[in-house]
C-alpha cells in the first residue's frame, strides 16, 4: 500500500483553518514538559511535533480503494467471527454464557470478559439489604464502581486481550533469522515502561520485537515498540 501523502491543498486548507501546531522557534525537545503521556498531550506536544491536522479526511484518502482485500482471507475472517459472536445480552450476561464460548474455543474470551466488567451496572448485593440500598450504582448503565473516576481504565484492560490473540494466531510463526527466533509480543505499559527507562513519557502500551537469548533461553525484548498504543474513552452509549 502506497505511503500517504498530504496534497498541497489539504495543508493549505489546514492552515488556513488555524489546524496547524507550528511557531516560529524550534522547541526544545529536551524539556521535561515534552515527557507526558499520551492522554496529557496538550498544545505544547503538537508544537513540538509541528502537527498539522488534516481532519477531516474520507478514508479513501488514508486507504485507498482495493489496496486492502480481506475478503478471502481464512484468518481475517476466522478472527472476526471470533469477534463478532457474543451478542450485546451475551456480555451482559458473561457469568452464565461464558461457558459457551470457552467450549467453542473463541479466542477473545478473555476480552468479552473485561467488556462484560465494563458494562455491568452494579455489584452483586442481595435485594433489601443495606449494601443494595447504599449502591449508588443503582441507576448506572456502563460503569463498575471500580472504574467510575478512571475513564480510560477499561480502554485499558481491554486493548491487551484484544490484540493478543491476532498476535499469537498459528497463521503468523515467528521467524528465524541468524540463528535465531524472531516474534512480535504484545506488552503492556508496565512492560515497556520498565524497558525504556530512563524516558518518562508512557503510552498504554504496544507491540514489540523478541528473541531467545544465545545461551540462557531466556526471552530477549525490544527497547522500542515496533507499535504503541495509547487508548481512550469511549464515548459511544452501550
Not at 455491568?120 to 448503565?141: C, F, K, L, M, N
Request: glycine share 6%; charged share 25%.
Amino acid at each position: 500500500m502506497a505511503p500517504f501523502i498530504p496534497t498541497p491543498a489539504e495543508i493549505k486548507k489546514a492552515v488556513d483553518t488555524d489546524r496547524s501546531y507550528r511557531r516560529s522557534t524550534p522547541s526544545d525537545l529536551n524539556d521535561k514538559k515534552l515527557t507526558a503521556s499520551g492522554s496529557n498531550w496538550d498544545e505544547e506536544q503538537l508544537e513540538a511535533l509541528r502537527v498539522i491536522l488534516l481532519e477531516p479526511l474520507p478514508l479513501h484518502r488514508l486507504i485507498p480503494p482495493g489496496s486492502i482485500s480481506l475478503n478471502n482471507d481464512e484468518v481475517y475472517s476466522d478472527l472476526v467471527d471470533d469477534l463478532k459472536a457474543p451478542s450485546l445480552d451475551d456480555l451482559k450476561e458473561w457469568r452464565k454464557t461464558e461457558k459457551s464460548f470457552m467450549k467453542a474455543n473463541n479466542k477473545f474470551i478473555d476480552l468479552f470478559s473485561q467488556l462484560g466488567l465494563a458494562i455491568s451496572t452494579r455489584e452483586a448485593t442481595v435485594h433489601s439489604t443495606t449494601g443494595y440500598i447504599r449502591d449508588p450504582s443503582a441507576t448506572t448503565d456502563l460503569t463498575t464502581s471500580s472504574n467510575e473516576n478512571v475513564d480510560e481504565e477499561p480502554s485499558r484492560q481491554s486493548y491487551m486481550p484484544l490484540v493478543k490473540p491476532i498476535q499469537l494466531h498459528d497463521a503468523f510463526p515467528d521467524v528465524v533469522a541468524g540463528g535465531y527466533e524472531y516474534s512480535l509480543r504484545v506488552q503492556s505499559v508496565s512492560g515497556l515502561a520498565r524497558r525504556m527507562s530512563p524516558y518518562t513519557a508512557k503510552n498504554d502500551g504496544g507491540i514489540v520485537i523478541c528473541r531467545d537469548a544465545a545461551w540462557s533461553g531466556a526471552t530477549r525484548y525490544g527497547k522500542i515498540p515496533v507499535a504503541s498504543f495509547e487508548v481512550g474513552s469511549s464515548q459511544l452509549p452501550i
